[in-house]
T-cell receptor
Framework: GAVVSQHPSWVICKSGTSVKIECRSL??????MFWYRQFPKQSLMLMAT?????????EQGVEKDKFLINHASLTLSTLTVTSAHPEDSSFYIC?????????????FGPGTRLTVL | EDKVVQSPLSLVVHEGDTVTLNCSYE??????LLWYKQEKKAPTFLFML????IEKKSGRLSSILDKKELFSILNITATQTGDSAIYLC????????????FGKGTHLIIQP
């Protein structure tokens, strides 16, 4: 149980276009979802926390107008990278937890590799 | 600013060796420390440590937390090539469902 999926796994886009990444909890209701970014040979950096039905909370230094997060249902959160540029190329990982879950029950998706040309 | 520091950044050993990975933290409202193994994709959970001095074990892996000195170690005995991965530690802070503060990771390579 507790499976989180991401779609797509890999995306290549042109500079200036927008890309949407989906994160789904397949067999549980995720009251909170997290979005992380990982650059090559670096660790995961928390970008934002989103709770179902409310606005996402962004970490310092993360542009909320560039990285649009929507958590419209208990099983789906989306991250849209708007006007993507080559420096946005990264590995984006989401995780999901359910109400009352301890932090270790943060279930990670498999990640989405974004390459912006 | 919350900070998690791992050492070494990378480590190359031979199969059968024992390795110790280090993780120190400086965070506010510390709740627990987590260890993850990351291979090609997302991290997989290894351990959660909340109390000082209590060793957690899973097969050849073990980990312990020292809340006085603010660090944790992850031990792997009789290493195998399948242990090659990036090992991440992360601090859990705050009172609710919070995002994790990760260290940069230790890149472990086990040579046959």
């Amino acid at each position: 149980g507790a499976v989180v999926s991401q779609h797509p796994s890999w995306v290549i886009c042109k500079s200036g276009t927008s890309v949407k990444i989906e994160c789904r909890s397949l067999d549980f209701q995720a009251t909170t979802m997290f979005w992380y970014r990982q650059f090559p040979k670096q660790s995961l950096m928390l970008m934002a926390t989103s709770n179902e039905g409310s606005k996402a909370t962004y970490e310092q230094g993360v542009e909320k107008d560039k990285f649009l997060i929507n958590h419209a249902s208990l099983t789906l959160s989306t991250l849209t990278v708007t006007s993507a540029h080559p420096e946005d190329s990264s590995f984006y990982i989401c995780s999901a937890t359910f109400s009352g879950g301890a932090a270790y029950t943060q279930y990670f998706g498999p990640g989405t590799r974004l390459t912006v040309l | 600013e919350d900070k998690v520091v791992q050492s070494p950044l990378s480590l190359v050993v031979h199969e059968g060796d024992t390795v110790t990975l280090n993780c120190s933290y400086e965070v506010t409202n510390f709740r627990s420390l987590l260890w993850y193994k990351q291979e090609k994709k997302a991290p997989t959970f290894l351990f959660m440590l909340t109390s000082s001095g209590i060793e957690k074990k899973s097969g050849r892996l073990s980990s312990i937390l020292d809340k006085k000195e603010l660090f944790s170690i992850l031990n792997i005995t009789a290493t195998q090539t399948g242990d090659s991965a990036i090992y991440l530690c992360a601090a859990v802070t705050g009172g609710g469902a919070d995002g994790l503060t990760f260290g940069k990771g230790t890149h472990l390579i086990i040579q046959p």
